[in-house]
T-cell receptor, first 115, second 111 residues
Framework: DAGVIQSPRHEVTEMGQEVTLRCKPISGHNSLFWYRQTMMRGLELLIYFNNNVPIDDSGMPEDRFSAKMPNASFSTLKIQPSEPRDSAVYFC?????????????FGDGTRLSIL | GENVEQHPSTLSVQEGDSAVIKCTYSDSASNYFPWYKQELGKGPQLIIDIRSNVGEKKDQRIAVTLNKTAKHFSLHITETQPEDSAVYFCAASLPYSTLTFGKGTMLLVSP
């Protein structure tokens, strides 16, 4: 079975540029999560969707960050304009449903470097 | 919200020894406690989880114990092997809520 697929795996860009990260969840999974991982702050939840609808975006750092899920098989996380402090590894995860205690399955992440 | 503390931050053991990683959580209503293993360049992978109605769960060389009274849970790895070297994360979740992760433990198993 294909797991969660993220692209690109690595992104290097200059500050001020727009960055778009992409995620394809596991087929049949109804919940999708975006996380950011840094040495200082660990794994932080940015936003999550149930059935393509954003449920909690309280972890989104600021208005420069936005996320969409236009259909059940695709989500994007966009940063515009990007800043050096956005450099981190961004993970997407999906889980089977919004029932209680469902395990989350992670992709291999996008390593983002903003120069 | 929930707060999860994880110790130690690094752990070095010899191959064949046991390794124990401990986590505490703040909200007694939390009911789901997964453990993830993250290898270099990869995403976290679920290795075992436990729910609040169970005190212990085992899967081959790994086990997790939960003490609800003390609000802590632990990961036990027996007969460690070099391929167990990775970063391990604990997490806790309130009912119908999202996961809160610990800061991780880097486990190094030396041959």
């Amino acid at each position: 079975d294909a797991g969660v697929i993220q692209s690109p795996r690595h992104e290097v860009t200059e500050m001020g540029q727009e960055v778009t990260l992409r995620c394809k969840p596991i087929s049949g999974h109804n919940s999708l999560f975006w996380y950011r991982q840094t040495m200082m702050r660990g794994l932080e939840l940015l936003i999550y969707f149930n059935n393509n609808v954003p449920i909690d975006d309280s972890g989104m750092p600021e208005d420069r960050f936005s996320a969409k899920m236009p259909n059940a098989s695709f989500s994007t996380l966009k940063i515009q304009p990007s800043e050096p402090r956005d450099s981190a590894v961004y993970f997407c995860a999906s889980s089977p449903s919004d029932r209680d205690n469902q395990p989350q399955h992670f992709g291999d992440g996008t390593r983002l470097s903003i120069l | 919200g929930e707060n999860v503390e994880q110790h130690p931050s690094t752990l070095s053991v010899q191959e064949g020894d046991s390794a124990v990683i401990k986590c505490t959580y703040s909200d007694s209503a939390s009911n789901y406690f997964p453990w993830y293993k993250q290898e270099l360049g990869k995403g976290p992978q679920l290795i075992i989880d436990i729910r609040s109605n169970v005190g212990e769960k085992k899967d081959q060389r790994i086990a997790v114990t939960l003490n609800k009274t003390a609000k802590h849970f632990s990961l036990h790895i027996t007969e460690t092997q070099p391929e167990d070297s990775a970063v391990y994360f604990c997490a806790a979740s309130l009912p119908y809520s999202t996961l809160t992760f610990g800061k991780g433990t880097m486990l190094l198993v030396s041959p």
